[in-house]
């Protein structure tokens, strides 16, 4: 088990490198892009900004959780409550991140109309599908988490 959890520790450090990157280059040149489309409304391009940066805050945060939970796993430990409360943050973390990008949504249709690019919406519904897809599997592996740990208890007891 060590070999997949070394893997899958390495996959998450690549994964917060490549958002730090996004947030450090990607992100700004967005911003400036918006406000050099929108110059009259520039509470989009504010609102925008933290909603990025604040879901971004977010997927770190979530990363930090797995690694935990992987941590967890390395000494033994999957089947505790500590493993159900990570994967209970990761939910609640995904879902955060969801409900930004639908909020921000007619700020991305603003834009979108603006610049006559209907490409952006989609790229909102993928931002806003993929984290709710993560907190629906984080859900449902939460559950069979609390339900082993309680066949688990029991076992305990009656041996």
């Known amino acids: 088990m060590k070999k997949e959890t070394i893997f899958l520790r390495l996959t998450i450090y690549v994964m917060g490198l490549i958002m730090l990157a996004f947030c450090a280059i990607v992100v700004p040149h967005y911003l400036i892009g918006s406000n050099n489309l929108m110059p009259d409304i520039p509470v989009f391009t ?3 900004g933290l909603g990025l ?11 930090f959780q797995a690694l935990k939970l992987l941590h967890l796993i390395d000494q033994e430990n999957a089947f505790s409550s500590a493993s159900v409360k990570s994967l209970k943050n990761i939910k609640q973390f995904a879902y955060s991140i969801c409900i930004i990008y639908i909020l921000e949504l007619p700020i991305f249709y603003a834009f979108a109309e603006r610049d006559d690019a209907p490409g952006v919406i989609l790229v909102c519904a993928v931002f806003s599908g993929a984290p709710l897809v993560i907190a629906i599997f984080a859900s449902v592996l939460e559950k069979l988490l609390r339900h082993a740990i309680k066949i688990k208890s029991e076992n305990d007891l009656t041996i």
């Open 53 to 63: 940066y604040a879901s971004a805050i977010l997927f770190f945060t979530i990363l």
């Open 46 to 48: 504010i609102l925008l």
